[in-house]
């Protein structure tokens, strides 16, 4: 994730930590630079290419739950994102990519607005 990804997917959590301080949200550290052992290692414990960047514990409406990829206005989804992004919907669950702050909120707010 770079720095401005980074950033905003801070001021993402600051805020639904605040706007909800019950709801179960997590993120994934699935990125980032490692050196080889390291890499292994993580691989070898379940770490899975193209996993959203953060989830939110929740089932609303018909969903089991929604996964969050945060992107930057230019940023693109890599293709184990996007197959990523195909299995889990097919087993149910949410998955939105969020540009700014104000689609991280209202996805969520939608999302959990969802009574089905």
């Known amino acids: 994730m770079n720095n401005a990804e ?6 993402c959590v ?3 930590r605040y706007q909800y301080p019950d709801l179960v949200v997590y993120a994934i550290p ?14 070898a414990e379940g770490v899975l290419a193209g996993v959203a960047d953060l989830f ?3 089932a609303c409406g018909a969903w089991h739950g929604l996964y969050i990829e945060m ?3 230019r940023g693109r989804q890599s293709e184990s994102q996007k ?3 195909r299995a889990v919907v097919g087993e ?3 998955y939105a990519v969020c540009r700014s702050f104000e689609d991280f909120e209202r996805v969520v ?3 959990l607005e969802d009574v089905g």
């Open 83 to 85: 197959a990523f992004e």
């Open 109 to 111: 707010r939608e999302y």
């Open 6 to 11: 980074s950033r905003l997917q801070q001021a």
């Open 14 to 16: 600051r805020w639904v």
């Open 30 to 43: 699935n990125g980032g630079k490692r050196n080889a052992v390291t890499g292994a290692i993580l691989k």
């Open 92 to 94: 149910g669950y949410r």
């Open 71 to 73: 992107k930057t206005e």
């Open 56 to 58: 939110v514990a929740r």
